[in-house]
């Protein structure tokens, strides 16, 4: 890389709008957004996660919004519903399901709006075949994503399975540890997602039930003020054109035509995709104050991870250190653009690395262990799934064990 | 990591986008030479010098600015005709994205889908993209990097091109007229103009036999 982008920066070079500093229809004055982020100021407020969702799209000058229920989305969905009976969001409707509401949502996109969907579990994946489809038009729809769980026996239990099934979608995927993340990551998703050297879809991950439906303190902004308008004219394809790509290209593809350019061009396509979720990391390193947080990095044991396993590492730190063990923290904020670097840099000096993770196959650790040369020294685990907690104790048993300290069984 | 060099080609059988070697791509008032993150001013000599050192420079406009979809498109397509006349560099018109079957001419239009065949059929050595939606450029510009010996650059309106061996970003009626200005002034210099006698198209309309042009 030829040139580093420095966190402390802090500032992003966003799309100017004509409208900023004017009105909204709700009065709500359109800001800056290094301005909205950074120089607003904020109220403290103790909100459920689904709240602290409605609170943010409160402010992003959404244009449309498309609902369908499933467990932990519902309530967040339907709160959202009150924005729109409010004025604050330009159409909200239910789609026939979550494959219905995806493909509504990339017709509004295409037609220029700026647009958000919630979903989980099982809806994840019954929309899945849209998520790819978005990247490759290159809308810049953003979903929030309650992780639950997706497999039968049925669970509408927290579960980060569905995360893994999103890797390779070509959308930019956060993964948020607090409702402060999410509040966060949903506003700041909208301006990174819509840069017009990015312009992909971006999925905006919580856990389920840990994040969705408990109470956190939350420092949001005032509703006198929202994001600047998406502005279309500045996307990297043109808008709803029946005759020209990407629309025309999913009524006549040039993959149907059996020759060699056809095959290259549409290869091409797919490397430009992956290209602008590169291209995301300029925008949203300033913008998160990088992509992963580092707390203790030089310690021999370090503990890796996203979401709420982050949290519940925290504690874990905490019970370890009162018996002497001294042991770092690395959150990761975003999954995809994946933090190659910045990940190989914080664990190059650790002995032992522990990756905890709310699902049953750990792929949040084949990330790890992919791009980190000494990779026998990464421990996957702990893991829990289906909607089990993991306490904290798991984690310093799963650490004291690999350490071959005596340890105490805990009783379930 | 190491720099990648976004050098011309053929590359290979399908060569990497620059974004995922971890080029990164210019703030306002830079440009970026082969990767390489240069001012402004820098580019444009340099883009400048590559046009008159070509055999058979060209202009790519891109539908942004072949149709008149507001004031400044208009002004932009005027700005860019003058650029052509400096050279003299020719023009070929990118004016849809729509694949063309059973083939296009590559005569007289370029597409994103298969410019090579435009990049062949011409001889063209260097080139430059102006007014093509940033999606439909980069997807040019890796497929030309792949199989061509062109150099390629992008007049791109938004954040640039990593994926051109040349590129400045928000171009400007006026980022136009400079371009222009710097082959101006290197001709002034004594700079002579490389490229190959030309005829803009294969058939001159009557209408501007007519009038003599």
Redesign the interface.
Known sequence: ???K?IPEDRKI?SSTHVKIGQKNQKDQVHTEPNEFFYGVERITKFFTGSEVIQSAIKVSHCDVMVAYPITPQSEAAALIGELFADGYIGDYFRGESEFAVMGQCAGAAFGGARVFTTTAGPGTLRAMENFPMWAGS?LPIQVCVTCRGVNSPLSIQPDTLEMSYLLETGMLIWHAETAQDLYDFILKGFIVAE???VHVPIAVCCDGFFVTHTKDTVDILPDDVCLPPYDPY?????CMDM???PV?MMR?P?IM?SNY??Y??H???Q??I???V??SR?HTIPFLDGLIDIENGDRDILIIGSGTAVSQSREAIRLLELEGIKVGLIKIKTIRPFPH?EVREALKNAKTVFVPEFNIVGWLAREIKAIVPDNDKIIAGPHVAGGMTMPSEVIVVEVKTALGLNVEKIKM | ?D?YKVSPGPESF?P?????M????P??GQGHIG???VPEEEAMEMAARKFLEGKVPTIFPG?LVLWHWNEKAAKKAKAIRALADAGPFRLIPMA????K?PKINPEVEIN???P??TIWHNEIDVCIFVGV????A??SL??IR?GTDCYTMAMCA???H??ACLSFRDATVEKIERLTWWVNKLKAEGVKSQAKEFTQFKHIPKWREAEGN
């Not at chain 1, 500045?234 to 043109?238: E, F």
């Open positions: 890389m030829n040139k982008v070079i290159r840069q017009p050297d500045k996307s990297p394809v043109p005759e020209c790509p025309r006549d040039f035509k350019i056809h290259a061009t290869a091409s396509w490397q430009e992956h290209a602008a590169e291209r300029k670097e | 990591m720099l399908l990497p986008a620059a974004a995922k971890g080029n990164v791509l703030d306002p990767g390489t993150i539908p849809d994205y729509r694949p079957y994103p889908n298969h090579n065949l939606h940033c999606h439909q980069n997807l890796k497929i792949g938004q954040a640039g990593e994926d």
